[in-house]
């Protein structure tokens, strides 16, 4: 109801502020007063109203400045305000204008108008309200089904967003479940996908406490790309959130009671130049928004996860460069793979503990 709506009074003469407060009190209204624009200012950071009636001439910060000021602010530039100009003054009612005012009152004001305004405020606010309101619930229930590293792209530049792939440097970490063929010979398969889907989700936590993106899945494994400006600090992450799954990995094998084999992770780290960006497939249906990293980088660390061990992290040697000085790693010494040149491997042992925070 209107008269639930908070509204702000701004006039430094007390006997007006006291007149409008009256006159909203008997029709229902809760009001607040304020008596220079600074002390407007404030109270609307603090309790945004949902009306602000508001005096031109004030001493220090007048009700133009005050109005221009609210208007561009981000957060409070929605709030409706209606300026009191005094009939001989038509010039303030233009700086009103230019300023942003959504509405005006005549002083001495009168009250069958000034209620008259407040109402109509009032309305255009709650539908402001509702419609904004929409398309927040909207934006966050379509924002599950957009991959965060492209919402980050659309939320830094919303008119042009950067989505085209360019070349960055990256690091990327596949990571594999094992024991799942032996798990679903064992159990039912909607038992199995609920198992697995256990681990994912407590892998995502990881990835995402690290600033990683999760870019594919495929049965029992995902590929998670690293970004930031420093080349050793997403290495870093990606280093980090490796050991993070093992952990959890264990954690979550000491809790599971439905199989005598515990699931195993084993996991490639690569970094270096990589195609990275959105990919968007237009179907006559709907649209599908990935992102993806493209290049010998990401082959390389899906060759890694492949050569590793259940519980090993196996790490290339641009990425054992960039973490060596924070990370204990053990040489393999060079190992051939498919399409590759005999490739110097790494072993992740763990964190030295004096280094890395």
């Given at each position: 109801?209107e008269?639930?709506?908070?509204?702000?009074?701004v006039?430094?003469?007390?006997q007006?502020?006291?007149l409008l407060?009256?006159?909203?009190?008997?029709?229902?209204y809760?009001s607040?007063?304020?008596?220079?624009?600074?002390?407007?200012?404030?109270?609307?950071?603090?309790?945004p109203?949902?009306?602000?009636?508001?005096?031109?001439?004030?001493p220090?910060?007048?009700?133009?400045?005050?109005?221009?000021?609210?208007?561009?602010?981000?957060e409070?530039?929605?709030?409706p305000?209606v300026?009191?100009t005094?009939?001989?003054?038509?010039e303030?009612k233009?700086?009103?204008?230019e300023?942003?005012?959504?509405?005006?009152?005549t002083?001495p004001?009168n009250?069958?108008?000034?209620?008259?305004?407040v109402?109509?405020?009032?309305?255009?606010?709650?539908t402001?309200?509702?419609k904004v309101?929409?398309?927040?619930?909207?934006?966050?229930?379509?924002?599950?089904?957009?991959?965060?590293?492209?919402?980050r792209?659309?939320?830094a530049?919303?008119?042009?967003?950067?989505?085209?792939?360019?070349?960055?440097?990256?690091?990327?970490?596949?990571?594999?479940?094992?024991?799942?063929?032996?798990?679903?010979?064992?159990?039912?398969h909607?038992?199995?996908?609920?198992?697995?889907?256990?681990?994912?989700?407590?892998?995502?936590?990881?990835?995402?406490?690290?600033s990683?993106?999760?870019?594919?899945?495929a049965?029992d494994g995902?590929?998670?790309?690293?970004?930031?400006?420093a080349?050793?600090?997403?290495?870093?992450?990606?280093?980090?959130a490796?050991?993070r799954?093992?952990?959890?990995?264990?954690?979550?094998?000491?809790e599971q009671?439905d199989?005598?084999?515990?699931?195993?992770?084993?996991?490639g780290l690569?970094?270096?130049?990589?195609l990275?960006?959105s990919?968007r497939?237009?179907?006559?249906?709907?649209?599908?928004w990935?992102?993806t990293a493209?290049?010998p980088?990401?082959?390389?660390?899906?060759?890694?996860?492949?050569?590793?061990?259940?519980g090993?992290?196996l790490?290339?040697?641009?990425?054992?460069?960039?973490?060596?000085?924070?990370?204990?790693?053990?040489?393999?010494?060079?190992?051939?793979?498919?399409?590759?040149?005999?490739?110097?491997?790494?072993?992740?042992?763990?964190?030295?503990?004096?280094?890395?925070?």
């Amino acid at each position: 109801m209107e008269a639930s709506a908070r509204i702000l009074v701004v006039d430094d003469n007390e006997q007006n502020l006291t007149l409008l407060r009256v006159i909203l009190r008997r029709q229902g209204y809760e009001s607040f007063p304020a008596r220079s624009g600074e002390e407007a200012l404030r109270q609307v950071l603090q309790n945004p109203p949902d009306l602000i009636i508001l005096d031109v001439m004030m001493p220090g910060i007048d009700g133009i400045e005050v109005c221009r000021r609210l208007k561009e602010n981000e957060e409070t530039r929605l709030i409706p305000i209606v300026i009191m100009t005094a009939l001989d003054q038509p010039e303030d009612k233009i700086r009103g204008i230019e300023a942003g005012a959504d509405d005006f009152l005549t002083k001495p004001v009168n009250q069958p108008e000034l209620m008259a305004r407040v109402r109509t405020a009032l309305r255009l606010k709650r539908t402001i309200d509702r419609k904004v309101g929409t398309l927040l619930h909207m934006k966050d229930h379509l924002a599950k089904f957009v991959p965060p590293a492209v919402r980050r792209l659309i939320e830094a530049h919303p008119e042009a967003p950067e989505l085209e792939k360019r070349e960055q440097d990256v690091s990327i970490l596949f990571v594999d479940l094992s024991g799942y063929s032996r798990l679903s010979l064992k159990i039912d398969h909607n038992r199995v996908n609920t198992i697995v889907e256990r681990y994912f989700s407590h892998f995502l936590d990881c990835v995402q406490e690290y600033s990683g993106d999760i870019t594919d899945t495929a049965g029992d494994g995902m590929m998670v790309v690293f970004l930031s400006e420093a080349s050793s600090e997403h290495a870093m992450n990606a280093a980090m959130a490796a050991l993070r799954i093992l952990e959890v990995t264990d954690q979550l094998n000491r809790e599971q009671l439905d199989s005598e084999e515990p699931i195993a992770v084993h996991m490639g780290l690569s970094s270096g130049q990589a195609l990275v960006g959105s990919t968007r497939f237009e179907g006559h249906r709907g649209t599908l928004w990935t992102f993806t990293a493209r290049g010998p980088v990401t082959n390389f660390a899906a060759r890694l996860g492949e050569a590793s061990g259940a519980g090993t992290i196996l790490v290339g040697p641009e990425t054992a460069e960039r973490i060596g000085s924070h990370f204990s790693l053990e040489a393999l010494g060079p190992q051939v793979f498919k399409n590759l040149d005999a490739v110097e491997v790494y072993r992740l042992l763990g964190q030295r503990r004096t280094n890395f925070p």
